[in-house]
């Protein structure tokens, strides 16, 4: 936890192996300066696969409500672009409250190796999910 800046993914890292790590968000309170930026900023995994699964709750801090259900499993490639989706940044500082907490528990795999889908996985694959960080 810190009061002034939002921590990296690395922060939260629970597991670490050879080739991978395992980061877990659990429910915590946000940082506390009204200055500081409470979302994930834009990123671009160079080193590393990632797999991000949303147990419970809502992904809300990088995410518009409702976009990121729990029980979504999302895979960043390794370059692939994300971070909050358009008009995220300003409504957080527009809606800054004291105290406010975030309510999601998710589990994050970084892999150093790259991943590959399988015909299943694509069979349910959420359609252009790139796009969800283009400006519209």
């Not at 200055?35 to 709750?57: C, Q, T």
Request: charged share 20%; with cysteine; proline share 9%.
């Amino acid at each position: 936890m810190s009061e002034g800046i939002h921590l990296p993914p690395s922060a939260h890292a629970t597991f670490e192996g050879d080739g991978f790590v395992v980061c877990t968000f659990a429910p915590r309170p946000l940082e506390g300066d009204p200055k500081a930026l409470r979302i994930p900023w834009y990123h671009r995994n160079i080193d590393y696969d990632e797999v991000f699964f949303v147990h419970s709750g809502e992904f809300s801090l990088s995410r518009k409500s409702g976009t990121t259900p729990h029980g979504v499993l999302s895979l960043n490639p390794q370059g692939l672009q994300h971070g909050p989706q358009p008009g995220v940044w300003e409504n957080s500082v527009r809606n800054w409250q004291k105290d406010a907490r975030l309510e999601f528990v998710a589990i994050n795999l970084d892999t150093q190796e790259p991943l590959i889908m399988t015909p299943e996985a694509q069979g349910i694959e959420i359609a252009h999910y790139a796009d969800l960080w283009a400006k519209k």
